[in-house]
């Protein structure tokens, strides 16, 4: 079954999210898809409220990775878990670039999902910078390396999202046949560190016009969207081009 998970960053506040929603739920939704909502926190509990008994999926766009403790203003994985989250996004490259995330924090955050049975979806992307510096597999490799090197998945699942940071909200999406190979890579590179099928995703300005470019490649196991997953409109079309692939 393939993904489709919804980012909606801090697009939506918490009256336009329940809206979204509840939108979402009367249009009626695949089931041949999985669909997860990575809400804004605060409206997080109202989306499980309105989702449950559904089959979307619930995730939080990013945790703290201590459980509980002084840290003003951070949300752990653990809280995220007791709210109702399955899935948590882990280093996505907004909170890599705009908000300095290492990758040892990252690390920290797979390790803190893990243990509290959160699927983290650990993003990875390369810059247009290591692009023009021929430095996307080196980067790629450094990502994927401090997440999972002796990582204790146990019996949980992770999934990763290849997003090269210049295609993410830029309406250049990076080509499908070039994301196709990415990913064939990347499942080769993740081998290196566990012999689990780990699903990978696309994200970078996927949209209804372009989704079923990327689902319909075998290495593509789903997409994560950010900005036209965050309107009615895009997340209704998105919907129906997928019904109709
Ligand atoms: P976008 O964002 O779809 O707006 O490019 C994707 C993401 O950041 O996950």
Known sequence: MKYVFANWKMYLDF???MILT????????PSDITIGLFPNTIALTEVEKAINGTNLMLGAQNVAWVPKGAYTGATSA???KNAGCTHALVGHSERRHIFNETNDAVRKKMEA???VGLTPVLCIGETQQDVENNK?????KKQLMKALEGLDIGNN???IAYEPVWAIGSGKPCLPDDVEDMHEWIKQEVKNYTDKNIPV?????VNAQNINKYISKQSVDGVLIGHASATKEGFTSIIQALSTS
């Open 78 to 80: 653990l809280f995220y």
């Open 15 to 17: 009256d336009e999210t």
């Open 157 to 159: 699942d992770i999934l």
């Open 201 to 205: 995703l696309y994200g970078g300005s």
């Open 22 to 29: 509840n939108q979402l739920l009367a249009e009626g939704l």
């Open 113 to 115: 999902c893990l243990d």
């Open 136 to 140: 996307q597999q080196y980067r790629l």
